[in-house]
């Protein structure tokens, strides 16, 4: 029983890398309703620029992570520039096409600049089980798990706060639903763009380091992001409390197919379970837990 | 317009239909009928519920109450493609063209259900599917003819100009040799000449083909002129039925346009 | 001034509905086939067709494919890659289990096969549009390739699902050399693609692009979407099916599932973004840019290094590829969002004009 809550709780901890990835898709979708598949991308980009800054030049935490970020900021106002501007009302599949270009632009830039090895990431956190649960209740749970799970909460509240609560909020809802309108009614687009793109990277960034850490910095951070599509399509894609529910829901429920599924079929179950998922899920619930149904007026 | 008609079957009639969406009410209990080759007009304020009227007729939307005779077959929830099987044909409020194929090609459309080639007879171009092409293209040819369209078939519709779209759009819908055409609001945002031309067109439809029309326009007097009788639609229910003489001088109708508290 | 269609004037619908219906057209494709039937197989190398042709071909083939579902039928597609390993292996496994099945029987067979899997993954597209619709047919991709190597019975019980080919021949004659093969594709692809542009000009096309364009008002002209929607799956499916069973019997010779990888996907989506959506030339035109890029690439990137003493290693080049595809695909898409087939009747009608500039 003690392992079915050990593969439970390690799933749910994964789930919430997922949900960071998510994030940075909601993000970009609530406030300009592009599907941005180079979200994985920028995971990649962001985490590579950091470990770089560290070590090609030697850069504290603090400074490596600031680094990171005005590059962060850097690629998403020129995403916005050279991308968004020109497709400004395309049709979304073309704005989609667009991302999945921008994905692999970066994706070969990163790896130009900053090579192709596996770069080892330390944020000072260890993956040692926690002692207490492990002597009481004989549960392995990993302290950098907990520690990425409380990161990722706080990020979450901090950008609920954003959405709701603040002007500029209001003015991304404004855009996401409709560029033309909300030019209409004076919302600078081209700012707000630049905006959100950034407060991305920054997702980006967090969920790279905190990717890096466990795993290495290294190119299959980007199947990761593609993960996190089942993710959006459990949460719904405008859906921040939707990002981190199905991302919980999915690294669950892929740790335990796996792990109790898996011997039986022969394993490697994790490639695929969660797509199929997402599958089932949008033959029932097309618009996702927390997402909006919408309604096509003729 | 002709005493004929007055006297003419009933070839659709809308029983006690409700449509709300969530908590809008679109439509309350409307009920009324259309008379074999007539022009029935459906007018009203907007929001009125008249573009719902006719997605309702038409199959798009489903009524939660009340139900749709149509040549005598009743029916409480209708679907786009039985109702075009049927032989109903509409245009839409909102152009509903595909925008990236040709005047041609969308008009070929309208003869969808009138071609029978397989799918491999397709791929080889033989046979049924090369006669049934050059059938339908003869056919199509005669409407664009009709509409005077020839100079634009090759265009794909996205370039045209409003006017000329929705002119398409009804090419389209006459394409498909409709019993019932329904049009909503086919003179929008035309100048006098256009209007006059739509106007022509569609009593010709009329004269000619024996087509009944419903039809949605705010133009009163478009409205005068083509219809045989008129009904008034107003926050979705129905407020006048009758001869369009009856209908201007009813007061409650002028109340509804003149934005009078009721 | 060479390309006027002045004097040419139809006098029935059939000549107005032709396949070419202005001459130069005609003309210009008869010379293209006649170089590529003719003038290429006595010309080129064993080179040029191994490692280029032959797989332009058959990318075309692929390409066609996800065009007719993503680019007529306006139903995007990640999954292409798993079609075409669903019609490779089921090819490689018709030909090995049925005795003195004709070699061009199991490909048609390994194409079915892929249409079949096409429709019950194009199943959710009745309930799901644009990217929804894309996530499913990553699950496709995702799960197709695990289930044929987990099932060995599929690759005949080799390890990680290699399935060998054996050579081609047909009714005795062997297809051994590369211009042997490279003929068998040109002649199949070329076969297809006029059944393609066949199907496109006619009902079921329209029913496609109507699908795409406006799927509530296609209904209310009365196309069924059910079958419009299952028919492009699988179509689609079977052009991939068969440029799968192409790529391991007249390509490679021996692939296994991971090779028709996600990647493989974007590479060919990427052809139909370059070539332009919803067009048949745009297949071959798209095609060959995405073959001949990283040819190109690798030896400019050879030539400079040589030039300017500088060492690079192959990662470089492969991430150089990257970096190109994916600012080429940005490009097109702002800049001519239609792609080089538009940029080829542009070029057509500048002919019309020229030498005069209007």
């Known amino acids: 029983m003690s392992f079915f809550f050990e593969v439970l709780i390690g799933g749910l901890l994964a789930g919430v890398m997922y949900s960071l990835v998510a994030l940075g898709f909601v993000l970009i979708y609530k406030a300009s309703g592009v599907f941005n598949f180079a979200q994985g991308s920028m995971v990649l980009f962001a985490a590579l620029t950091y470990v770089g800054m560290q070590e090609k030049f030697g850069f504290p935490f603090w400074l490596a992570f600031l680094v990171a970020l005005a590059v962060m900021v850097l690629v998403g106002v020129l995403t916005e520039r050279i991308v968004l501007r020109p497709l400004v009302n395309q049709p979304q599949i ?64 901090v950008l609920a706060v954003f959405f709701n609560r603040t002007r500029i909020g209001r003015a991304l809802r404004a855009v996401a639903d409709d560029h033309q309108a909300a030019l209409a009614v004076g919302i600078p687009l081209k700012q707000i763009w630049a905006i959100v793109w950034s407060v991305a ?42 990002a981190i529910v199905g991302g919980l829901i999915i690294g669950a429920s892929e740790k335990l197919a796996e792990v109790y599924i898996g011997p039986h079929v022969g394993g490697g179950i994790e490639g695929w379970f969660a797509y199929v998922m997402a599958l089932l899920f949008l033959l029932v619930r097309p618009e996702g837990l927390f997402g909006e149904k919408h309604i096509d007026r003729v | 317009m002709s005493a004929a008609r007055n006297s003419a079957e009933v070839i659709l009639s809308v029983d006690n239909v409700s449509l709300a969406f969530g908590g809008v009410k679109a439509l309350s209990e409307v009920t009324f009928d259309v008379r074999e080759r007539e022009v029935r007009a459906i007018i009203g304020p907007n929001g009125a519920g008249k573009s719902s009227m006719l997605n309702v007729i038409n199959g798009v939307y489903h009524p939660q109450q009340g139900s749709i005779t149509f ?156 219809s045989d009788r008129i009904v008034v639609l107003d926050y979705g229910r129905k407020i006048a039925d009758g001869l369009p003489d009856e209908v201007r001088a009813d007061q409650t109708v002028i109340d509804a346009y003149l934005g009078v508290a009721h | ?190 076969l297809l693609a006029l059944a393609a542009k066949n199907m496109v000009r006619s009902r079921i096309g329209r029913a496609w692009m109507a699908v795409r364009d406006m799927d509530v008002a296609a209904e209310v002209v009365g196309i069924r979407m059910l079958h419009t929607k299952l028919t492009a799956f699988a179509v689609s499916s079977f052009y991939c099916g068969v440029a799968g069973a192409l790529y391991a019997f007249a390509y490679l010779g021996s692939v296994q599932p991971e090779d028709f990888n996600l990647d493989l996907s974007f590479r060919i989506l990427f052809m139909i973004i370059v070539g332009g959506v919803g067009s048949i030339l745009g297949s071959f035109l798209g095609a060959a840019f995405i073959t001949l890029l990283p040819i190109v690439l690798d030896r400019a990137l050879t030539a400079v290094a040589l030039q300017y003493n500088l060492g690079f290693d192959s990662g470089v080049a492969s991430m150089l590829q990257l970096v190109v595809f994916g600012a080429l695909i940005i490009f097109f898409l702002v800049v001519e969002p239609q792609g080089l087939a538009r940029l080829w009747q542009i070029g057509k009608e500048k002919l019309r004009l020229w030498p005069f500039p209007y």
């Open chain 1, 94 to 157: 073309s704005l989609f096409m667009a991302t999945i270009g921008l994905a692999f632009f970066l994706e070969g830039l990163s790896q130009l600049i900053w090579g192709t090895d596996v770069h080892p990431l330390s944020l000072g956190i260890t993956d040692e089980p926690i002692e207490s649960l492990l002597t009481q209740f004989n549960i392995v749970v990993s302290k950098f798990d907990v520690a990425a799970a409380i990161v990722a909460g706080l990020l979450v509240a």
């Open chain 1, 201 to 242: 990277g920054f997702v980006a960034l967090v969920a790279g380091l905190l990717w890096g850490a466990r795993n290495g910095v290294q190119f299959a951070l980007t199947f990761v992001a593609l993960k996190a599509l089942p993710v959006l399509i459990l949460g719904g894609f405008e859906s921040v409390a939707g």
């Open chain 2, 71 to 226: 040549r005598g077959e009743v029916r409480q929830r209708m679907n786009p493609h039985r109702a075009a099987v049927q032989g109903i044909a509409r245009t839409f409020q909102n152009i509903a063209l595909f925008k990236g194929m040709s005047v041609l090609d969308n008009i070929m459309t309208g003869r969808m259900l009138m071609m029978k080639a397989t799918l491999i007879e397709q791929a080889l171009y033989i046979g049924r599917n090369r006669r049934e092409e050059l059938a339908q293209r003869e056919k199509v040819e005669e409407i664009i003819d009709f509409l005077q369209i020839e100079h634009i078939r090759k265009t794909p519709v996205g370039r045209l100009p409003y006017g000329l779209q929705k002119r398409v759009e009804l090419a389209r819908a006459l394409a498909a040799e409709p019993v019932l055409l329904l049009l909503d609001e086919p003179m929008a945002g035309m100048n006098v000449e256009e209007k006059e031309d739509m106007c022509r067109f569609i009593l010709d439809v009329n004269d000619e083909f024996g087509t009944t029309i419903v039809l949605i326009e705010h133009d009163m007097g478009v409205v005068m002129d083509l």
């Open chain 3, 1 to 190: 001034m060479f390309y006027r269609e002045a004097g040419q004037f139809k006098t029935s619908y059939g000549a107005d509905q032709a396949l070419f219906p202005i001459r130069q057209d005609r003309i210009g494709l008869a010379v293209i086939l006649a170089l590529a039937f003719v003038a290429v197989p006595l010309l080129a190398s064993q080179y040029l067709f191994n490692a280029i042709l032959i797989p332009l071909l058959i990318f075309s083939l692929a390409a066609i494919g996800l065009n007719i579902l993503t680019g007529y039928a306006g139903q995007l597609s990640l999954g292409s890659a798993a079609f075409m390993a669903v019609g490779a292996v089921a090819a490689y496994n018709f030909d090995l289990r049925v005795p003195g099945l004709p070699i061009l029987i199991s490909f048609v067979l390994g194409g079915l096969t892929a249409a079949a899997v096409g429709v019950a993954f194009g199943l959710p597209s009745l309930r799901i549009k644009g990217f929804y619709l894309a996530v499913a047919t990553l699950a496709a991709q995702f799960f197709i390739p695990w289930l044929l190597v987990k099932v060995s019975w599929f690759s005949n019980h080799s390890s990680s699902g290699v399935i060998s080919a054996r050579p081609i021949a047909i009714l005795g004659y062997a297809f051994d050399t590369p211009a042997k093969r490279y003929l068998l594709v040109l002649t199949i692809v070329a």
